[in-house]
Each structure stands twice: as structure tokens, then as C-alpha cells.
């Protein structure tokens, strides 16, 4: 999901993963098709599905972005057995879900890529 924290993007995401012996490599894929009534200003919140198997705090890269600006980097955490990761912003304001965004268009697609370790 991509949101304003409220209302969600009509959106999707896909991706892949390889894996050798417990360090694993993902790209991921979200693209959005309308914003909506979601107004994500200066702040988006972003959830992706995913099954990891430990818990993980990854540093991923913004390979490719269109339709959004964000301010900073970003990281990526999943708990044990969590089905979702979730990605936040290195400088994050009051509320740790939230990534800075300079700007959001009405369509737009993200690309993130990064390494984790299973435990």
C-alpha cells in the first residue's frame, strides 16, 4: 500500500528476490495509477507484502522514481514472521511511519532495491 496514512493510492507492487545461503537480495516494484483523495504533501507511507523470515532493518536504494520526491534516505524494517515491509525515513518526523516527500504526482512508480539477512 502507498498512502497519506488515511487513504491508500490505487497502486500495486511486484518484485523478486534471490538468496544465497541466509543473505538475500530484493527489487520491488510499487506503481500507483491515482492518488485520490489521499494528500500526501509532505509525508507518504508506504507498506509493501513480503514474507521475511527474520527480523531485518535493510537499507534500500531508490533505483528509480517517478511522480515523487522524497528528502532522505530510506530504510526498510520487518519483524519475525511479519508479512509486510515497512519503510521509513531516516530523518523521520513526529511519526516514525511516515517518509518525507517533497512532492507526490497523481501517478507515479518507485523502484527499491537492497540486501537483507535472514536469522
Known amino acids: 500500500t502507498i498512502g497519506d496514512g488515511t487513504t491508500n493510492f490505487t497502486a500495486t507492487a511486484q518484485g523478486y528476490y534471490t538468496?544465497?545461503?541466509?543473505?538475500?537480495?530484493?527489487?520491488?516494484?510499487?506503481?500507483?495509477?491515482?492518488?485520490?483523495?489521499?494528500?500526501?504533501t509532505n509525508q507518504l507511507q508506504i507498506s509493501l507484502p513480503f514474507t521475511i523470515g527474520g527480523?531485518?532493518?535493510v537499507p534500500f536504494?531508490?533505483?528509480?522514481?517517478?511522480?515523487?520526491?522524497?528528502?532522505?534516505?530510506l530504510v526498510a524494517t520487518a519483524s519475525q514472521g511479519s508479512s509486510s515491509l515497512q519503510l521509513f525515513d531516516l530523518a523521520p518526523p513526529d511519526n516514525a511511519n511516515w517518509?518525507?516527500?517533497s512532492d507526490c504526482n497523481v501517478s507515479g512508480e518507485i523502484q527499491l532495491s537492497g540486501f537483507y539477512r535472514m536469522q
Open 61 to 73: 536504494t531508490l533505483g528509480y522514481v517517478r511522480g515523487v520526491n522524497f528528502s532522505h534516505q
Open 19 to 40: 538468496q544465497i545461503n541466509n543473505l538475500v537480495f530484493t527489487e520491488i516494484w510499487i506503481e500507483w495509477s491515482d492518488k485520490g483523495s489521499a494528500n500526501p
Open 55 to 57: 527480523s531485518a532493518r
Open 99 to 101: 517518509i518525507l516527500a
